[in-house]
C-alpha cells in the first residue's frame, strides 16, 4: 500500500504525490488530467457552504418559484408540483427522474455531508463512512438543479409572451443554492475524509 | 515520452476509483481485484468490458434517438385546439417569435448534445478497437467533454416539468408532456451511462503496446 502514490483516472500513468504551492492544481504529466488540487481549510468551508445548502434548499421547494397571471387567472408552482402534474399525466418515469435528479439527489448530497463532515469536524468516524462516502461521490453526476435553472429561465421566456411571470423567493434560493453547492463541491477535498479512514 | 510511462497496470498496482488508494491488489478471479483495503470499494484496473457495455448503450441510446425527434414532445391545448410540437419545431418556433439566443440553446442542448455525445463515443470506439495510435491526448479531452456536457441535455425535460406545471388555465390554455418526452430522457440517460462506463485509460493502453 502506497500513500505516496497516485494513478491518472484517464490514462492509468503513475505520479508521486507531491506537496502543491498556495491554490496550486497537480497535472497528469501524460493526458494533462487534474490529478488533485490544493484546497485551503476544506473541512470548515464545506460543512459552513453545506449548512448554508440546506437552508437554501428548505426556502427553495417549500414557496413556489414562479408564479403566472393571465386575465384574473393566477397558477403557482413549486418543483414537486411540476413533479406531481407529470405523474397525474402519467409519466411516472419522467417524474421519477426529474424528482431524483433536481430534489432527492441535491438533498441526498446535503444531508449526506452534514453526516460525513459534522462527526469529521468534532473528531469522530460517523457510522459506516466509506460507504455513504462512497454513495455520495457516484451520486453528484445526478445532481442537475443548475440545469433546471436553465430550465426556468427557458420556460420564462416562452411564456412570457402568454401571460405575466412573476418570479418568487424559490426562485432566488434555488439561484444562489447551485452556487452555494457548487462552492461546497469545489472545496471539498476528498482526502480529507479518506486520510482519516487510513489512519484508523 | 511513451518509453518511461509506467502505468499502475504496469507495476501490478490498481487505483481505487473512490479514494484513489494505489495499492498492491489481491488476485480475484484471475485478474488484480477485490476490495480496497481502505475505504472498501471494488477494485478493477480497468472499467469491466468496459468496450462492449460501451457499445450496447450507445446502440440503444442510437435507437432511443429516433422516437425522440419523431414523434411530439408537447401537446398544447389552447382554446379547444391540440397542437403537438416535436423538439425540432419547439426550437423553429422560438426563431419565428425572435427569441433566437433561446433556440440556439434548446437547439445545442437537445439535439446537438445528445448526437454529438453518440458521434464522439462510436467515434472512441472504434478507434479503440482498430488499435489507433491516432492523437491519445485529443481523444482523452474529447472525452473528458463528453462526459461534462451530457448533463445539459435534460433542459428539455426540466422545460416540460415547469410548463406542464404552470400552464393549466383549464380551457385556455394547457401543456402535456408527449411521447417523446420519455424517449428523449432515456437518451440523455443512457448516454450519461455510456460515458460512465467507457475507460479513456484504453487509448493510452493500445498507445503502450506497441512501445514494448
Known amino acids: 500500500m502506497t500513500n505516496s502514490l497516485i494513478a491518472c483516472h484517464h490514462c492509468d500513468l503513475l505520479h508521486r504525490v507531491q506537496p502543491l504551492t498556495n491554490s496550486g492544481v497537480a497535472q497528469c504529466m501524460r493526458c494533462g488530467t487534474v490529478l488533485y488540487r490544493r484546497k485551503k481549510d476544506s473541512l470548515n468551508r464545506t460543512l459552513a457552504l453545506t449548512i448554508a445548502g440546506l437552508i437554501l434548499f428548505v426556502i427553495a421547494n417549500a414557496y413556489p418559484f414562479l408564479a403566472m397571471k393571465s386575465e384574473g387567472l393566477v397558477q403557482e408552482t413549486t418543483l414537486l408540483a411540476g413533479v406531481k402534474e407529470l405523474y397525474a399525466q402519467n409519466m411516472w418515469g419522467l417524474a421519477a427522474l426529474v424528482l431524483f435528479t433536481t430534489f432527492l439527489t441535491p438533498f441526498i448530497q446535503i444531508s449526506g455531508m452534514l453526516y460525513v463532515l459534522l462527526p469529521l469536524k468534532f473528531n469522530r468516524l460517523p457510522w459506516r463512512l466509506p460507504f455513504i462516502f462512497r454513495f455520495l461521490q457516484n451520486i453528484q453526476p445526478w445532481g442537475m438543479m443548475e440545469v433546471f435553472m436553465l430550465g426556468i429561465l427557458v420556460a420564462i421566456v416562452k411564456l412570457a409572451k402568454m401571460a405575466s411571470i412573476i418570479p418568487g423567493i424559490a426562485l432566488y434560493s434555488f439561484a444562489a443554492l447551485i452556487l452555494v453547492l457548487a462552492g461546497a463541491m469545489a472545496s471539498l477535498d476528498p482526502d480529507i475524509v479518506w486520510d482519516r479512514l487510513g489512519e484508523n | ?212
Open chain 2, 1 to 212: 515520452m511513451a518509453e518511461d510511462s509506467m502505468t499502475a497496470l504496469k507495476a501490478s498496482l490498481v487505483s481505487c476509483h473512490s479514494c484513489n488508494l494505489v495499492c498492491r491488489a489481491p488476485l480475484f478471479r484471475g485478474k488484480l481485484g477485490g476490495a480496497c483495503p481502505r475505504c472498501g470499494a471494488v477494485l478493477h484496473q480497468r472499467k469491466p468490458n468496459s468496450i462492449s457495455r460501451t457499445w450496447a448503450l450507445v446502440i440503444a441510446a442510437l435507437i432511443f434517438y429516433i422516437p425522440a425527434n419523431v414523434l411530439p414532445i408537447t401537446l398544447t391545448t389552447s382554446l379547444g385546439k391540440i397542437q403537438s410540437d416535436t423538439i425540432m419545431s419547439g426550437v423553429i418556433y422560438f426563431i419565428t417569435t425572435g427569441s433566437w439566443p433561446i433556440a440556439l440553446v434548446i437547439f445545442i442542448a437537445s439535439i446537438v448534445v445528445p448526437l454529438a455525445k453518440l458521434l464522439i463515443l462510436t467515434f472512441l470506439l472504434i478507434s479503440l478497437q482498430r488499435k489507433s495510435q491516432w492523437r491519445p491526448h485529443d481523444r482523452t479531452r474529447l472525452y473528458r467533454i463528453t462526459e461534462a456536457v451530457g448533463r445539459w441535455s435534460m433542459l428539455d425535460i426540466y422545460v416540460i416539468t415547469i410548463l406542464v406545471a404552470l400552464v393549466k388555465l383549464g380551457a385556455l390554455a394547457s401543456i402535456e408532456a408527449g411521447p417523446a418526452a420519455l424517449y428523449f430522457a432515456a437518451v440523455v440517460v443512457i448516454t450519461i451511462f455510456a460515458a460512465m462506463s467507457f475507460d479513456p485509460r484504453l487509448i493510452w493502453d493500445s498507445m503502450e503496446k506497441n512501445h514494448d
